[in-house]
Structure formats: C-alpha cells, structure tokens
T-cell receptor, first 112, second 111 residues
Framework: DVKVTQSSRYLVKRTGEKVFLECVQD?????MFWYRQDPGLGLRLIYFSYDVKMKEKGDIPEGYSVSREKKERFSLILESASTNQTSMYLC???????????FGPGTRLTVT | GQQVMQIPQYQHVQEGEDFTTYCNSS?????IQWYKQRPGGHPVFLIQLVKSGEVKKQKRLTFQFGEAKKNSSLHITATQTTDVGTYFC???????????FGAGTRLFVKA
C-alpha cells in the first residue's frame, strides 16, 4: 500500500510566521503535489514536482514555495503566513505523469 | 485555461435511491479520474478512464467517459449510507501535464 504522511494533522500559526509543511511518501514516486482544499472550491494545485529539485507552479502559487531535496520528501513553505492561508493542505504523490494520485491525511492550518 | 466543472454541488438521497454526478471539461482530456473523500478524510483514488466511450464498473458504481473525451459521469445504484462523502473527478488536458480537479459533489444518504 502506498503511504503518504504529513507532518501535522493540525497546526496553528500567527500572521507573519514562516510555516513548513512536510510530506513524505514511501513508494518511490516521481511526482508529488501540494493542494489546498477550501469549502466549495475543491482541490486547488499550489505546486508540484516531477523529480528531485524540480518544481512547477500550480494554479495558486502566490505566497508559497516548495522544496524537494530528496525523492520521498516534498515540503511546502509559507514564507509569511496570512489569515487567507487558513485551509486544509493536502499532499499527494503519483507514480507517473497524469496518473492516479495518493493523498496524505492533510494538515488543517489555522493562521490567526 | 482548462476547467473541469462538476454538478451537482450537493445531492441528498434516500438510502436505496440512485445517484449520478457529472463532470464536464472545457477541453479534451487524455484521461479522467474519480476520487472519493469521506467526511473528515482525504481523497481516495477510485478509478481512471482513458478511452473514448469507456465504461467501467466497480460493484454498484458505474463510470463513463464520453465519446468526445470532454465529459464523464459516476452513477451509484441503490445508494447505501457507506456511500456518503464527496466525489471528485479529475481530468488531464491532452496538451498539458497537469491534472485539474472538479469542485466535487457531496452526497448525503438518509437511512
């Protein structure tokens, strides 16, 4: 079974803080993704990576950056957290471009 | 840019009734995927369709991919309370390499 883990289930941060969300997958997948999920808006892609040290912007990259130093790990960074970044953050991995995605349990981030 | 629209946004059914959610893309898709997210959970991959006109079944779930590869549907026969959750479609544009998710259809089943 593919396992995707995320560092925290719940996180509360203050406005202006730098926030790191970590994601690890154990299936040697090339592709990894970060989404945010908000009611009524579905899943919106923030960034994705198709290889180590490679990254591509998704649909809503503003205010975020990512890091992929190792194949199994994909980090999402909020450089200066703002209240409009309060959301559920989901990480996913996929064995092939355009293939099925396996999601982690999510991190519910609250920025106060 | 590519858009994937999903309807309805919500559906309330009585247990035993059928349910269908529809997915429409503004562009031709190379594939369509369906996911289910239980309340409080994360999306779980159900199936992928690739061929024009393809139909696949998983027990009470029937998935279709349109002839033009721009729309898809998920039909659940005789819903059960275990079917509750949000069903997402996700399509990959033939010209790109991103998979775009629809907003999802949330299914409520009353026992």
């Amino acid at each position: 079974d593919v396992k995707v883990t995320q560092s925290s289930r719940y996180l509360v941060k203050r406005t202006g803080e730098k926030v790191f969300l970590e994601c690890v997958q154990d299936m040697d997948h090339e592709n990894m993704f970060w989404y945010r999920q908000d009611p009524g808006l579905g899943l919106r892609l923030i960034y994705f990576s198709y290889d180590v040290k490679m990254k591509e912007k998704g649909d809503i990259p503003e205010g975020y950056s990512v890091s992929r130093e190792k194949k199994e790990r994909f980090s999402l960074i909020l450089e200066s957290a703002s209240t409009n970044q309060t959301s559920m953050y989901l990480c996913a991995s996929s064995p092939r471009s355009g293939g099925e995605q396996y999601f982690g349990p999510g991190t519910r981030l609250t920025v106060t | 840019g590519q858009q994937v629209m999903q309807i309805p946004q919500y559906q309330h059914v009585q247990e035993g009734e059928d349910f269908t959610t529809y997915c429409n893309s503004s562009t031709t898709l190379s594939n369509i995927q369906w996911y289910k997210q239980r309340p409080g959970g994360h999306p779980v991959f159900l199936i992928q369709l690739v061929k024009s006109g393809e139909v696949k079944k998983q027990k009470r779930l029937t998935f279709q991919f349109g002839e033009a590869k721009k729309n898809s549907s998920l039909h659940i026969t005789a819903t059960q309370t275990t079917d509750v959750g949000t069903y997402f479609c996700a399509g990959r544009d033939t010209g790109g390499f991103k998979t775009i998710f629809g907003a999802g259809t949330r299914l409520f089943v009353k026992a």
